[in-house]
C-alpha cells in the first residue's frame, strides 16, 4: 500500500495555513483517496491511520476536509483535481473516488450544507470525464493546470552548472543582460587566472603620470644625463636605471 502522503500534507496545512497555495499548485500527492475515505469517516481508513500517526481520529478528520476543500475545490481546479486523480487515471480509479467523496458530501450524509454544495461540482466532473468520448473532448479543451505548466517551464528551462552559484528560475526578458553580466565576468576571471599564473602586468598596475608626455620624456632625458655624468667623473660605467 503507497505510503499516504496526502494525509502528512493535510496535518501539515492544519498547522501552517500559508501552505495553501503551494498544495493547489503542485500535483496531487499519493494517498489522496486515503483522505477522502477520512473526511467520509470510513472506519478502517480511521483505525489504520490513527495507529499509524497517533492522532484523535476528529483530528484527522477536520484536517482531512480542510486538505480537500483546500486542494480539490478552488475555483480554477480541473475536473480531474476536482476528483481527486491524476490526468492520465484510469475510469475505474475515478469511479472509486467519486463514491467516496459523494459518500463524503452527499447531502442526506451532510450537517453542514455548505459543504454539500461541493456535491455539485463533484459530479459536474464526472459528466465530463465519466466516457472516453467525453473524455477525449474534455482533454482537447482543457486548460493546463499550474502545476503542468510549471512542470512544463522546469523541464524547458536549461541552466548551466555553476557549483559557486545558486542556480534559480529566470525570466526570459532578463536573459540577454545575464548572459553579459556572465561573458564579463568570465573575462575578469580570467584574466586575474592569466595574472596569477604568468605574471602577467594589469595594464592599470603601471604608476600614474601627470603632466604631458613631452614633460615626462624630458624629465627621464635629464636623469639620464646626468647619471651618464656622474659616471663619467667616477671612471665607471652607467648603471642601468629602470623605469
Known amino acids: 500500500m503507497p505510503r499516504p502522503v496526502a494525509l502528512h500534507y493535510a ?44 492522532q484523535e481520529p476528529e483530528t484527522l478528520r477536520d484536517a482531512a476536509v480542510l486538505y480537500l476543500q483546500t486542494a480539490l475545490f478552488f475555483p480554477s481546479a480541473d475536473n480531474y483535481r476536482v476528483l481527486g486523480v491524476a490526468v492520465d487515471a484510469p475510469r475505474d480509479e475515478i469511479r472509486q473516488h467519486l463514491r467516496w467523496l459523494m459518500l463524503w458530501l452527499h447531502p442526506d450524509r451532510q450537517l453542514n450544507s455548505w459543504e454539500s454544495t461541493f456535491a455539485e461540482r463533484v459530479l459536474s466532473a464526472w459528466e ?24 512544463r517551464s522546469r523541464q524547458q528551462w536549461r541552466r548551466p552548472w555553476l557549483p559557486w552559484v545558486v542556480q534559480k528560475p529566470e ?14 565576468t568570465g573575462l575578469v576571471i580570467g584574466l586575474a587566472a592569466l ?3 604568468f605574471g602577467v602586468e594589469w595594464p592599470f598596475n603601471t604608476p600614474f603620470q601627470t603632466g ?28 642601468i636605471v629602470e623605469k
Not at 620624456?217 to 660605467?237: L, P
Open 128 to 151: 465530463e470525464v465519466k466516457s472516453p468520448e467525453r473524455r477525449a473532448q474534455y482533454d482537447r479543451t482543457r486548460p493546463p493546470a499550474p502545476a503542468e505548466t510549471a512542470s
Open 212 to 239: 604631458s608626455d613631452s614633460a615626462y620624456k624630458a624629465q627621464k632625458n635629464i636623469d639620464t644625463d646626468s647619471t651618464t655624468k656622474s659616471a663619467d667623473a667616477n671612471g665607471s660605467a652607467p648603471a
Open 11 to 54: 496535518l501539515d496545512l492544519t498547522a501552517m495555513p500559508s501552505l495553501a497555495g503551494l498544495m493547489q499548485r503542485e500535483p496531487l500527492p499519493q494517498g489522496v483517496l486515503d483522505v477522502i475515505r477520512i473526511a467520509a469517516r470510513c472506519p478502517e481508513t480511521w483505525e489504520r491511520t490513527v495507529t499509524m500517526t497517533g
Open 195 to 197: 595574472t596569477i599564473l
Open 171 to 184: 525570466p526570459t526578458i532578463r536573459k540577454a543582460a545575464i548572459v553579459s553580466r556572465r561573458v564579463v
